[in-house]
């Protein structure tokens, strides 16, 4: 029977390295959550293709739960000092934003427009169950970033835990940029499979390979 080390090992090379997908469930327990590090923020997913924010996704316990719904476009915010309408101004200076900002805001809902206001808080990440982890690491190292690679720079066991220092490189499909990214991966296993993940990914140095900037908020 394998290590825990060697399972993990194993998951780098098939899953990622070979882009054998289809061996996920031989790792992974049906049960398995990736687990989200909490933070500050209103507790909302956006997709902003198309010139319009629709939201995609409310992290249960947020400030945004009961308020906001899956579906509800964002039309407009604005705080105590002033508003903004426009697809730009709202990528820039409402989905950016640290503790305590307050806004209201007015979104799109079937056929109604509803006002609501939210303040941004801290809570517990949005955790991702097994089918939505697995969906979500195809579509990342098939379409995003098909030449994905991975490589175990350290791995560290400890009964049921291990952890590894995993260096990703790859070049995004869209944007054609090259990138060379760290995470730390958390896992927790129970009779040969993952039951639980903690990934801590360095998104920001990889949004910065490929050419994002960081904005800083109006003060």
């Known amino acids: 029977m394998k290590s825990n ?6 998951v780098i090379e098939q899953v990622v390295n070979q882009k054998r997908i289809d061996t ?3 790792y992974f327990s049906q049960d398995y959550i ?3 590090a909490p933070y500050v923020g209103m507790g909302l997913s956006v997709d902003s293709s198309g010139n319009k924010h629709i939201i995609d996704g409310i992290a249960p316990g947020s400030p945004a739960e009961g308020k906001l719904q899956v579906g509800d476009e ?4 604005e705080d105590e000092h002033q508003r903004w309408a426009t697809y730009e101004d709202i990528s820039q200076h409402v989905l950016q934003g640290g503790r305590g900002s307050k806004y ?4 799109r809902r079937g056929n ?3 006002e609501c206001e939210v303040t941004r808080g801290l809570f517990r990440g949005l955790d991702t169950d097994n089918d939505q982890a697995k969906s979500d690491m195809q579509e990342f190292m098939t379409k995003q970033i098909p030449d994905l690679t991975a490589t ?6 400890d009964g049921d835990m291990v952890v590894c220092l995993l260096e990703y490189r790859g070049t995004h499909a869209k944007f054609g940029r090259k990138a060379v990214w760290r995470e730390a991966w958390f896992a927790r296993l129970s009779e040969g499979k993952i039951v639980e993940g903690w990934p801590i990914i360095d998104e920001s140095s990889y949004l910065r390979q490929l050419g994002y900037q960081l904005i800083p908020p109006s003060t």
């Open 24 to 26: 996920w469930d031989q």
């Open 152 to 157: 175990t720079k350290q791995i560290l066991a």
């Open 34 to 36: 990736a687990r989200g």
């Open 74 to 77: 964002l039309l407009w915010a």
């Open 104 to 107: 209201r805001m007015g979104v």
């Open 5 to 10: 080390t060697e399972i993990i090992q194993d």
């Open 112 to 114: 109604q427009t509803l």
